[in-house]
């Protein structure tokens, strides 16, 4: 197994965890605390996952990157949009601020006061984080094809 093979691994693991545990909320929690209008089932998801979540998101971040360097997709290229690997890789950055972006909002203004009229916001970002989750593993998925 060469260095790259297990990089590889732990970013295919992580994104498991990531995409999985956001999966999961949507599918199984979120419909059910908007039928019940109770914050506290998305609050509990929340902290159980949080410390796990988070660091899945930063062995992506990391391993990602990793990657990118090995193809020879350095940070001077990335954003030109010109080859179809550093159109893929340049995408995922875009969509991983876009997810930091509802997570600042999640953290400093849904959260603090989640009530049982504010669910509706909530589920806008789970659903959002989700589907930005799911288009990065997609774009993960066109890189053995020379990206996109
Ligand atoms: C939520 C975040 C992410 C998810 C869900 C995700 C998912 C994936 C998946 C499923 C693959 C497919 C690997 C294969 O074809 O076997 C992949 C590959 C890859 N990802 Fe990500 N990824 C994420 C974030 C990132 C970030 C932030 C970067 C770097 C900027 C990155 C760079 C790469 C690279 C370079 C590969 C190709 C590895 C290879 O084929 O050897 N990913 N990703």
Not at 43 to 61: A, R, Y
Not at 68 to 86: L, N
């Amino acid at each position: 197994m060469t260095l790259h093979h297990f990089v590889l691994i732990v970013h295919l693991l992580a994104a498991t965890i990531w995409v999985g545990g956001h999966l999961f909320l949507l599918v199984c929690f979120l419909p059910q605390a908007l039928k019940e209008k109770n914050p506290q089932i998305i609050l509990n998801f929340e902290k159980k996952f949080e410390k796990l979540g988070m660091t899945s998101l930063i062995l992506l971040i990391i391993t990602g990157i990793w990657m990118a360097y090995d193809f020879g997709v350095t940070a001077e290229s990335w954003f030109h949009f010109k080859t179809g690997f550093e159109k893929a890789i340049s995408i995922k950055l875009l969509l991983l601020f876009a997810t930091f972006i509802c997570a600042v909002c999640a953290q400093f203004f849904i959260l603090p006061n989640l009530d049982k009229n504010a669910i509706w916001k909530m589920a806008i970002i789970i659903t959002t984080v989700t589907l930005i989750g799911i288009t990065m593993l997609v774009l993960g998925s066109t890189m053995r094809y020379g990206g996109i």
